[in-house]
């Protein structure tokens, strides 16, 4: 077995209250198909003020189009689909009942796809992705920025470039931050030896790598799960289904690929000509990723403000999972670019929608849209400290009229109830002062307790049947959420919440909250299966360093196995010439360059073969039989260390809207 075979493996990872039967509450069920009388009604006086006369941004978003792909359907080598352009073809003409008719607006315009021209010399990729690749004509060759998420997609966007603007080689590769939709297709641009050989340049921000990997790393299933229902992973496109991901259509099923960046970008004002282009740059770290940076390009008058500015309001805090973003630093960094690029900016451009073109229109947009950040910020702070809760919070606030008439500052992506309570937890955390909620039961316990002071399941189901007739879908969802957690086999409760979710998600301006709800109704009806995506691959795990694979592994002690275990290990890894000694403890790992107390066992092995240990299920004596690892010392002592620790992954997704 050789190492290439392991990192090959490495591809695979990634009680019963008082309840009423089924059939006493099956008839309590409402029967309406789709969109309720409720729902319509919401979504038509919802369109009522809304700025349907500027068109401005379907006008941008159709500027400089020249071709598209001929073929629709990208597919891997195996022949699976990774990406269907014609998936959201159906989002044109009136808003149907089941779609908020601001959300309909928006997924159609970001469903177009193609080759854009920007200025002569800058063109962008869009739709191929969730993200914009974009591609800057250089003396020699091409300078592409943000190469989307996966390799197929990628070398797809390449195609249709090369066949309307020419071919030439790529020069370099510029990531603007570190998540993984602006560096994933990398090698589906470039070639990895051509880089080792610098004949390919790859710059990034400073702390790209650390944050690219550790982000998803340490909470990594508990993230990935969660972005299953973020972006609605597991729905059909279509009216009754998944309608974008608020900065693009969605997260294709790409392979997902890293190289490491040959050139770091430390400070704002640092220059440098790539291939003949002059860059300025302007760091931003902490606000929208938490290593990112804007460009200028003086000779093409143009200005990349990378995520940092959206056709969206952003997320403070992602409803996948992360720490709590800075909104008063976003706004910061814009007021920043203001002051910096607005004078000497003809077109501005971004890594998600569409680019804006003249000095008036771009500084009023950078203007804009820093004040909704401003605004989000000072009012949840200034109503925080009145003593408003986070839930309170996000009830009130609301943008004044002249921010919210634009377009570019709705809720698709990020809301402002969602960012409020985030703006809440950066400051205050979880605890909202009352003591009552310093010890509350869990989301079990206190289900049984409240269906038993409702009168029983029956009685707590005929609640929520009535809030549901009445149109009041967050009561009827909660209350039926109760019954399910008391009794998670009442199926009509979870019938009932299921469509309660339905109707929140057909009513929902975000994007990202209706695919929540959406999925949140699918398992309220059928448990999940093992699937959907990960940001884990074998180019990131290759990239992890050994420190933060016992970092990881300290967060995968399980007490229960580990009870009684006081044993310190030494692991030597010859490719790389690290050694590193571990000690379990109290079921607490702890791990440290060197020896610090005598081991039990010492363990050697190529860190690629450990890799496909904790990640790929390599057995460690199939790796011993093939003379990757050797053992000296107490081997008992070795097994029972691997034997306290969880597996990689679940075996299936644990439960988010069932107990």
Avoid at 63 to 81: K, N
Avoid at 198 to 205: C, F, S
Avoid at 444 to 471: I, N, Q
Wanted: net charge negative.
């Amino acid at each position: 077995m050789t190492i290439r075979i392991i990192l090959g493996a490495v591809a695979a990872i990634v009680m019963a209250a008082s309840c009423a039967t089924v059939e006493e509450a099956a008839p309590l069920l409402p029967a309406q198909p789709g969109a309720t009388e409720a729902t319509r009604a919401a979504n038509q006086a919802f369109a009522v003020g809304l700025p349907w006369e500027d068109m401005s941004e379907a006008d941008l978003a159709d500027r400089g189009f020249l071709a598209t792909r001929e073929d629709p359907v990208i597919r891997a080598p195996d022949g699976r689909v990774v990406l269907d352009l014609s998936a959201f073809d159906f989002a044109e003409g009136a808003a149907p009942d089941t779609v908020n008719p601001s959300l309909w607006r928006h997924i159609g315009l970001m469903r177009r796809h193609g080759l854009y021209e920007v200025v002569p010399g800058i063109w962008q990729v869009r739709g191929f992705d969730v993200s914009v690749m974009t591609i800057i004509a250089g003396e020699t060759g091409y300078i592409l920025v943000d190469p989307l998420t996966g390799i197929e997609q990628a070398e797809a966007a390449m195609e249709l470039a090369y066949t309307h603007l020419g071919e030439k080689p790529v020069h370099s590769v510029i990531y603007t931050h570190s998540h993984a939709d602006h560096f994933g297709g990398v090698k589906g641009v470039v070639d990895a030896a051509d880089v080792e050989a610098g004949l390919v340049q790859i710059i990034a921000p400073e702390g790209f790598m650390e944050h690219a990997v550790s982000e998803n790393l340490i909470a990594g299933p508990a993230m990935s799960r969660r972005a299953n229902y973020q972006f609605g992973t597991g729905l059909q496109p279509g009216p009754l289904g998944q309608a974008g991901a608020g900065i693009g259509t969605g997260i294709p099923a790409g392979t997902l690929s890293l190289i490491a960046p040959t050139h770091i970008v430390s400070r704002t004002g640092e220059t440098m000509t790539i291939d003949g282009i002059v860059f300025e740059f302007q760091m931003t770290p902490g606000a929208e990723a938490p290593a990112e940076m804007n460009f200028y390009l003086p000779q093409f008058r143009a200005l990349c403000l990378a995520e940092n500015a959206n056709a969206t309001m952003h997320n403070i805090l992602p409803p996948r999972g992360a720490l709590v973003r800075d909104a008063k630093i976003w706004a910061d960094y814009l007021t920043e670019s203001i002051r910096l690029y607005a004078d000497r900016t003809d077109v501005m451009f971004v890594s998600h929608g569409w680019p804006r073109w003249g000095q008036e229109e771009i500084t009023e947009f950078m203007s804009f849209h820093r004040d909704a950040y401003k605004y989000l910020h000072d009012q949840s702070v200034r109503l925080m400290n009145q003593g408003y809760t986070a839930p309170e919070i996000a009830e009130v606030i609301a943008l004044p009229e002249a921010l919210a008439g634009k377009w570019y500052n709705r809720g698709y992506y990020g809301t402002m109830s969602h960012n409020a309570k985030a703006v809440y937890q950066r400051y205050l955390g979880w605890y909202d002062g009352n003591p009552v909620n310093l010890n509350p039961w869990p989301p079990e316990e206190s289900a049984r307790r409240y269906v038993s002071a409702m009168g029983g399941a029956a009685a707590a189901l005929r609640t929520a049947s009535t809030a549901y007739d009445e149109g009041d879908y967050r009561w009827s969802a909660q209350v039926a959420s109760h019954i399910v957690f008391a009794d998670p086999a009442n199926e009509a409760a979870r019938e009932l919440l299921a469509r309660s979710f339905e109707q929140m998600g057909y009513q929902a301006e975000g994007s990202l909250w209706r695919n929540m709800y959406l999925t949140g109704a699918a398992e309220a009806r059928e448990t999940p299966q093992p699937g959907g995506r990960s940001t884990m691959s074998p180019d990131m795990i290759a990239a992890i360093t050994t420190e933060q694979v016992f970092d990881m592994l300290a967060v995968r002690v399980d007490p229960e196995k580990a009870k009684g275990l006081d044993v310190a290990l030494v692991f030597h890894f010859p490719d790389r010439g690290e050694t590193r000694t571990v000690s379990l403890r109290n079921a607490v790992l702890v791990h440290e360059e060197g020896i610090t107390r005598p081991p039990a066992a010492s363990i050697s092995l190529p860190r690629p073969a450990f890799l496909g240990m904790l990640f790929a299920g390599q057995s460690a004596e199939a790796l011993a039989e093939s003379g990757l690892l050797s053992i000296e010392g107490d081997r008992e002592a070795a097994a029972a260390f691997l034997d306290a620790l969880d597996a990689a992954a679940p075996a299936a997704p644990f439960p988010i809207v069932t107990p």
